[in-house]
């Protein structure tokens, strides 16, 4: 029960913020990483100049694909290709999936261009892969998964 004596109490008491636990961030390294009700293996981080020969068109000069590479060890395999997960990169970026590549398909998410590049990605077929627009000039990298964890990527980023 709140017990106020002033109204100038009661006012500073509901402007006060709420704390919230730190977020840690889980290092992709790790053998096995769970999320909400899914647990997964982080098998590569690629960096190409288009997705499995697409080019986003939100791409601009000096960005470059991050294709992020799943093995899903447990969990509903459609429910988590329909997560939204972002990139997140220094100092305020983040970056939706715009192509999903599972099942030996790919599936836009934005617009995007067919290019004449090809792409020396290939995700194995029973895994599932998010394709990232980033900057090209930033190394470190991070997951947001919806469900709250956050997996920095730089362990597996050579």
Do not use: H
């Not at 986003?56 to 000096?62: A, K, R, T, V």
């Not at 290019?115 to 900057?135: I, L, M, Q, Y």
């Amino acid at each position: 029960m709140l017990k106020c004596t002033s109204l100038y109490s009661l006012v500073v008491v509901l402007m006060m913020p709420s704390i919230s636990p730190a977020q840690t961030s889980i290092p992709a390294s790790r053998a096995s990483i769970a999320s909400g009700e899914f647990r997964f293996r982080i098998v590569t981080v690629a960096f190409e100049e288009t997705a499995m020969g697409f080019a986003p068109s939100d791409m601009g000069p000096g960005d470059r694909v991050m294709l992020v590479e799943f093995e899903l060890l447990e969990g509903s395999r459609d429910s988590f290709k329909n997560l939204e997960v972002q990139a997140t990169y220094a100092p305020d970026g983040k970056s939706s999936a715009v192509i999903l590549i599972a099942d030996g398909m790919v599936r836009m998410l934005s617009a995007v261009t067919m290019t004449g590049k090809s792409s020396d990605f290939r995700p194995a077929e029973d895994n599932v892969a998010w394709a990232f627009v980033v900057p090209g000039d930033t190394v470190d990298f991070s997951l947001e998964f919806p469900t709250g964890e956050t997996i920095d990527l730089s362990p597996l980023i050579k």
